[in-house]
């Protein structure tokens, strides 16, 4: 039985993200499980600074102005993220499955590592200026929380978090 690698995106993995996935366990007989939150609810507050720490003017005022999608926008949102990442690993071979999970992660990956076969968790974000900072990002939630080794990539980059 092969063990799994599961990977917990907040957005659609770019070509480049599977790439540095897969690359990681080249030689290894793993299969990949996506999750994508439906994050239905976002703090405005830090929606705002982690805009505005990237330069992104626009995405600041939507924020500011409550202009985040609504519940079943945003599922709708997950559900095509996740189809898309899926198809980014079919393409490159690999074996992978997924889910949209709640807006909180954390249960979906207990009960992912729970069942026994999951050697790492990888986690896919943008940065995130205050969680990032603080340590409250997804990635530094689960290495607290699980006992499996998390990694925190950056969407789109090889940069760690």
Do not use: C, K
Request: aromatic content about 4%.
């Amino acid at each position: 039985m092969s063990e799994s690698i599961v990977v917990l995106t907040e957005d659609t993995l770019t070509a480049a993200d599977v790439e540095h996935i897969t690359g990681l366990h080249a030689d290894d007989d793993v299969r990949y499980r996506v999750l994508v939150p439906a994050d239905t609810e976002r703090n405005m507050l830090v929606s705002i600074v982690d805009h505005l720490s990237l330069g992104e003017l626009r995405e600041a005022l939507d924020a500011a102005l409550g202009r985040e999608p609504e519940p079943v926008r945003a599922h709708a949102t997950a559900e095509d993220q996740l189809a898309a990442s899926i198809d980014a690993f079919v393409a490159t071979g690999a074996r992978v499955d997924g889910a949209v999970v709640a807006d909180d992660p954390l249960p979906a990956l207990r009960t992912a590592v729970a069942q026994g076969d999951v050697r790492e968790v990888v986690v896919v974000t943008v940065p995130h200026a205050l969680e990032d900072t603080f340590h409250t990002d997804w990635a530094s939630r689960a290495r607290d929380d699980l006992q499996v080794p998390v990694l925190h990539l950056y969407s789109g980059t090889s940069q760690l978090g």
